[in-house]
């Protein structure tokens, strides 16, 4: 359990609390380091896998646990940004429909891997899965980005320049929207795939 790439694992979650901490932080350059500790956080992701395949100690109890706190960092950041301010441009209560149906699908296909699981089937990520974790990566990249900018470089950003801020923010809004509609059709293929396990 305490290689390397476990370790870089479990790092997430405490690098979500700290996230979420300085997102509502109100403190000079707070929002700077909550954008830098999730890129960290997201080359993690990429690494612990890499560092377990070169050094052959890739797991089950590793695999399960990658996904499981992918999801737990992703959602957590999302809720955050729900329950703050200014991060979805007045279209808040569009912002919690979006994660809740986020939510469900999550909830959903981990209710269906426990199923299979039971039944001795493992249920692997599949493309549309990791195209959906990328997307929701990106999503809280760009909506963290965007507060950086306003918070701590509002200075370079006055006036004129002012747009290049709001189209930050409106890039992460849309791949907020996107992965949320990823979320779901993912989802369905999952259950369209492996359905049969649970509706026997």
């Known amino acids: 359990m305490l290689t390397l790439p476990n370790i870089l694992t479990f790092s997430r979650l405490p690098a979500m609390f700290a996230i979420v901490g300085l997102m509502n932080a109100e403190f000079q350059w707070a929002a700077t380091i909550a954008f830098w500790l999730f890129i960290a956080a997201a080359l993690t992701d990429w690494l612990d896998g890499k560092l377990a395949r070169e050094s052959n100690t890739v797991s ?8 499981v706190i992918d999801k737990v960092m992703v959602l957590g950041i999302m809720i955050a940004f729900v329950a703050g301010n200014g991060y979805f441009m007045g279209y808040k209560v569009g912002g919690m429909l979006l994660l809740l149906c986020i939510l469900g699908r999550e909830f959903m296909v981990s209710g269906l891997r426990m199923v299979a699981a039971a039944q001795g089937t493992v249920v692997e990520a599949d493309a549309g899965g990791k195209v959906k974790t990328f997307i929701q990566l990106n999503a809280i990249g760009w909506l963290l980005g965007a507060r950086m900018f306003e918070q701590d ?9 002012r747009w290049q801020v709001t189209g930050v923010h409106l890039l992460g809004l849309g791949f907020f929207v996107l992965s949320a509609v990823l979320t779901v059709t993912s989802g369905a293929t999952y259950f369209r795939r492996h359905g049969h396990l649970v509706f026997k």
């Open 153 to 161: 470089f509002a200075h370079l950003f006055a006036g004129d320049a």
């Open 60 to 67: 089950m109890f590793g695999r399960f646990m990658d996904a």
